[in-house]
């Protein structure tokens, strides 16, 4: 097969959570286990960080990524969903897996995965870990998918555990309150690894404690180490912060510009200082290079990114409650005449809670990503207009922000998301 081949039958062959929702989604890592000592278990032969959470998780994993790959180790790095094309999944010093390198992995193994019939993220996973073996990583950033506990990349012993935060997603697979959503998360600690929780959450805390108590893992919530201000940045395309701990001031340039990071912020640093300990040589210049260069050197996409001016338009991959709170949140430090919202959600998630969030004087041009788990625009509209929130339907997300832009004055500000999906199929990304 060639690579396009090969990929119809990634998608196509098995069922895949980015585009169809829960009929992909397997509680049990049977198969990933079965995977992996198919492929003589290759997630053994490199050291490993595990990142899970609700919010954060992406920018995490790769602002760690890039950090390592600035110190000087050959970094893989693995990511969910992705953006523009499906080597962006996998990559080792920010760079993506060949194509060549997916289509041996298939042909090689095709006969096994008929018989298996793995899912498509099942199957992703143990290509990166075969993958990282191959290539000799050094260490590889492993990015949970959804939850922690029953999650495919779950068969790990890492260096280190990392959990962003918590908050509602994915509630009817994770469960409906934020303690239970936590129990799921907190699967990926491991008897005697360090866990680093960035952002303290009263509801949530007692369960991660709780966990780390059990299986005699250390536990440091970072938020309680590490403060954090943001303060006006010096340069273009950079965001500068304040940090303090014990007792020590100094200050650090981001090359993520969401205000929302000031909750990842801790973790990474934190993170870095437990890798430290572990006898990781990490000097404070590959820090201040991995942090200030995360996107130039990882490839990350879709955080706050500004793609034009006059008027500004920002994409940002939030899409849950959590997410557009902060969203909204930036978009107040903003001057515009008017705000516009290009926006398209999924269907397999109540949204009424990001719809009552929503400023109801913005214009809305509501839209839809290209797969079976979008929800149609017009639905969208129609739940929308219960809200108070009115606009145009226009389906295809890059005539939905032409029509923005068309439509907006100079000095107006277009922000388009809602979903990952949306953001994933902007033209000039």
């Not at 008929?114 to 290509?127: G, H, Q, R, W, Y």
């Not at 280190?160 to 907190?186: C, R, Y």
């Not at 839809?368 to 017009?378: T, Y």
Request: charged fraction near 25%.
């Amino acid at each position: 097969m060639n690579y396009q081949e090969t990929l119809d039958y990634l998608f196509n062959a098995l069922p895949m959570f980015q585009r169809v929702g829960a009929s992909a989604f397997k509680k049990d890592l049977s198969n990933t286990l079965a995977l992996c000592a198919h492929l003589g278990n290759p997630e053994r032969k490199f050291k490993s960080i595990h990142v899970a959470g609700t919010n954060g998780k992406g920018s995490t994993s790769h602002t760690l990524a890039a950090i390592l790959q600035s110190a000087g180790f050959k970094t893989g790095l693995y990511t969910s969903p992705h953006l523009k094309s499906f080597t962006e999944r996998v990559r080792v010093n920010g760079q993506e897996i060949t194509e060549l390198a997916v289509v041996d992995f298939v042909e090689a193994n095709k006969a096994f995965l008929d018989e298996l019939k793995p899912s498509f993220f099942e199957m992703t996973v143990a290509l990166a870990f075969w993958y990282f073996a191959k290539e000799e990583v050094d260490i590889a950033i492993i990015e949970v998918g959804m939850g922690g506990r029953l999650d495919s990349t779950n068969v790990i012993t890492p260096e280190l555990s990392v959990i962003t935060n918590i908050g509602w997603d994915h509630m009817q697979f994770l469960g409906d309150t934020l303690p239970l959503i936590a129990g799921e998360k907190a699967g990926i600690i491991k008897p005697n690894i360090p866990v680093v929780v960035s952002q303290t959450q009263e509801e949530t805390t007692s369960v991660f404690i709780q966990k780390a108590q059990e299986n005699e893992a250390p536990i440091i919530f970072a938020d309680q180490k590490f403060r954090l201000e943001k303060v006006a940045a010096t340069e273009p395309g950079l965001a500068k912060y304040t940090v303090s701990k014990d007792g020590e001031t100094y200050s650090l340039d981001y090359g993520l510009m969401g205000d929302y990071q000031i909750f990842n912020l801790p973790g990474i640093l934190e993170s870095v200082n437990q890798l430290r300990s572990k006898g990781w040589k990490i000097s404070n210049e590959a820090l201040e290079k991995g942090l200030k260069e995360v996107t130039q050197l990882t490839g990350l996409k879709g955080r706050w990114q500004i793609l034009g001016e006059k008027p500004t338009v920002i994409a940002d991959t939030g899409h849950n409650e959590p997410g557009i709170r902060a969203i909204l949140s930036q978009l107040k430090s903003y001057s515009f005449d008017r705000l516009w919202m290009v926006l398209g959600m999924v269907q397999d998630k109540d949204i009424s809670k990001i719809l009552e969030l929503l400023p109801k004087d913005a214009r809305y041009v509501f839209c839809q990503a290209d797969l079976p788990r979008a929800m149609p625009a017009e639905l969208l509209a129609e739940k929308a207009a219960e809200y108070s929130l009115k606009g145009e339907v226009i389906s295809e997300v890059n005539q939905a922000l032409q029509f923005a832009r068309k439509n907006a004055g100079p000095n107006d500000l277009i922000f388009v998301g809602g979903s990952t999906f949306v953001v994933a199929e902007i033209d000039d990304l």
